[in-house]
């Protein structure tokens, strides 16, 4: 099952976009109408709503008369705070409980407007943020919605900032502008991307990844892009493990200004393989299947052992955002080497400069190939002449491997 939290501002079309992933044959739990259902006469939110704010909340028919409410909560973040945290517990409840009705090979589309508020994001396989400029939603909700500019304003400032939405989002809608431009999106990403996305999941398998080493320039962005990463896949991993396991951004994509390819590289850190092995299925729900076949690094000197550099191997099943899922022992040499190596680089800028002239070097003499194999390969050699100057970087600078849990 493919989890896909959907988001926007008000009045930035986010009703748009859900209608037609609904049409394209997404199942579609509407966080909106499951907020109105679990506050209807008899039942629960409706008698606590009116037990904190009076029965003045209450039309003559018994029903919550939402204008009245919302005079009393929007401008007063405390008051919205009570009002939520009475709702929402009894929305995510009931959007659970559909969610699990769904189909193994169903694509669930949750549209929770206040995904970002309530931290919900790595509950998703991705997020779908849609956005507009704030000036042209203010018009819509003036000329479509017959509302007064302040009323606007203050709807609007009670949601999250545009920027924390568009920093949470995977995927970026943009409804600035024409209904078939956004329509146009949403069909693209149906195809594209979250088909593909569901067969990779149903199948347990990675995205196909058929071409050779591509470098891109250094993206401020790619961090942001790991956290959210590590974030969800902690929120997958079971309870019992969280404790004990650790995860990190590596490789070149954490060299801040290292132009590499646009993959980002991941380290969990666990007690011991069987563990790694036991986590399995969870890593493949959250979309990072194990890659059959790969079972350890290439030994570097001072750690000849093969035993010593055994890891798991997962990748993304996402087709829009390649991921390597490197799954390690605490302690073990290719687990202290792959954070050790990432500090050196990100210290020395001389010897991220003669990595990076090697990326490119290499990536050139292989551009032609269908995979990174030959260019990943073509690059032992220089890790072995590096293990000597990254060890005396080591010892010189005082770095130690950090815990094992974080």
Avoid at 5 to 11: F, N, R, Y
Avoid at 237 to 255: K, M, W, Y
Wanted: hydrophobic share 45%; charged share 25%.
């Amino acid at each position: 099952m493919l989890k896909i939290g959907l988001t926007g501002g008000i009045a930035s079309g986010k009703s748009v976009v859900a209608a037609r992933l609904k049409e394209r044959g997404a199942v579609l739990v509407d966080a909106d109408a499951l907020a109105r259902e679990v506050v209807e006469p008899g039942t629960e939110g409706l008698q606590r709503i009116a037990a904190e704010f009076g029965d003045g909340v209450l039309a003559r028919d018994g029903r919550l008369d939402r204008p009245k409410l919302g005079a009393l909560v929007f401008g007063n973040p405390e008051r919205l705070a009570v009002l939520n945290g009475i709702v929402h517990p009894l929305v995510r409840a009931r959007a659970a409980a559909l969610v699990a009705a769904a189909h193994d090979d169903a694509v669930v589309v949750q549209d929770i407007p206040l995904l970002v508020e309530t931290g919900q994001g790595s509950d998703f396989h991705l997020v779908v943020v849609v956005d507009a400029p704030e000036d042209i939603r203010l018009q819509r909700m003036l000329e479509h919605r017959g509302m007064t500019e302040d009323a606007a304003r203050s709807r609007m400032a009670a949601q999250a900032m545009r920027e924390d939405r568009l920093a949470a989002a995977d995927v970026v809608l943009d409804n600035s502008g024409t209904v078939q431009d956004l329509l146009g999106q949403v069909d693209r990403l149906w195809d594209h991307r979250l088909l593909p996305f569901t067969r990779n999941l149903a199948a347990g398998a990675r995205a196909e990844r058929n071409r050779g080493p591509v470098l891109v320039p250094a993206d401020p962005l790619w961090p942001q892009q790991a956290e959210r990463l590590m974030n969800r896949i902690a929120k997958a991993l079971p309870a019992e493990h969280r404790d004990a396991l650790r995860l990190d951004h590596i490789g070149s994509t954490a060299v801040p200004g290292l132009d590499a390819k646009d993959i980002i590289d991941l380290q969990l850190t666990v007690p011991d393989l069987d563990v790694a092995d036991a986590l399995a299925p969870a890593l493949a729900a959250a979309g990072f299947p194990v890659v059959p076949g790969i079972h350890s690094d290439t030994p570097h000197p001072g750690h000849h052992g093969r035993e010593d550099w055994q890891k798991r191997f997962h990748a993304n099943a996402d087709p829009a955002r390649d991921v390597n899922l490197h799954v390690r022992a605490a302690g073990s040499a290719g687990w202290r080497f792959a954070l050790c190596f990432r500090d050196w680089l990100r210290a020395d800028p001389a010897a991220a400069a003669e990595y990076l002239a090697l990326k490119r070097r290499l990536a050139a003499a292989h551009s032609n190939d269908g995979s990174t194999v030959g260019y990943a390969d073509a690059k032992e050699d220089w890790f072995t002449a590096a293990a000597a100057p990254l060890e005396r970087w080591a010892e010189r600078s005082g770095w130690q491997a950090p815990s094992s849990v974080s």
